[in-house]
């Protein structure tokens, strides 16, 4: 599930025994509004900066070239840096293939995060420890809700086409018409 208050109470209100998992790609998420917040402080609102995309991408995706110039260019930025390094720190605690691992991996970051004067990397890390057992229910299961989210994505892209529908009927036969090939 997304990592929302509202949704882990009414799952645990209304289905006590269900493993909760943190959806991954939400937990890795977290910080991308922090790093770019702190990027245009840093550098103003500058979308033609070359390194703007390539510090929110995985930096194990990255080539040695675009990696160094990444590091090279946050040498001049140390919160950003500091920011980039818990997201990558983030990452890697992903790439754990074990749940001993992870729960590992998962305090070392905590103990890493706790070090920062960064008020959003506390913020991160508060989230984290309050979502602890989500999170690393993933490493136990592997599962997320990445088809949840290509269906809503389907019935989304129906609305729009579709410029509205008066009649919900229209609107669900044509959603289940599509999701049903």
């Not at 909760?20 to 840093?42: C, M, Q, S, Y």
């Not at 110039?69 to 293939?97: D, G, N």
């Not at 706790?114 to 592997?142: D, H, K, M, P």
């Not at 990445?146 to 129906?158: C, D, L, P, S, W």
Request: glycine share 6%; with cysteine.
């Amino acid at each position: 599930m997304d990592m929302s208050g509202p949704y882990r109470s009414f799952t645990k209100s209304f289905f006590p025994n269900a493993d909760i998992i943190a959806d991954k790609f939400h937990v890795l998420r977290l910080l991308n509004p922090v790093l770019t917040r702190a990027r245009k402080e840093g550098t103003g609102d500058r979308r033609t900066l070359p390194v703007r995309k390539l510090l929110l991408m995985n930096g194990e995706r990255l080539d040695f070239h675009r990696k160094s110039l990444v590091m090279k260019w946050l040498a001049h930025h140390p919160k950003l840096r500091e920011i980039y390094l818990a997201k990558e720190m983030l990452h890697r605690m992903y790439r754990c293939k074990s749940i001993e691992k992870a729960r590992t991996s998962f305090s070392r970051l905590l103990d890493q995060l706790a070090c920062s004067a960064i008020e959003e990397i506390q913020t991160l890390r508060r989230t984290l420890i309050s979502w602890r057992r989500e999170v690393l229910n993933y490493f136990i299961s592997g599962h997320t809700n990445a088809r949840v989210e290509g269906f809503n994505n389907v019935a989304k892209t129906i609305i729009k086409r579709g410029y509205g529908y008066r009649s919900f009927e229209n609107y669900r036969l044509r959603v289940l018409g599509l999701l049903g090939r």
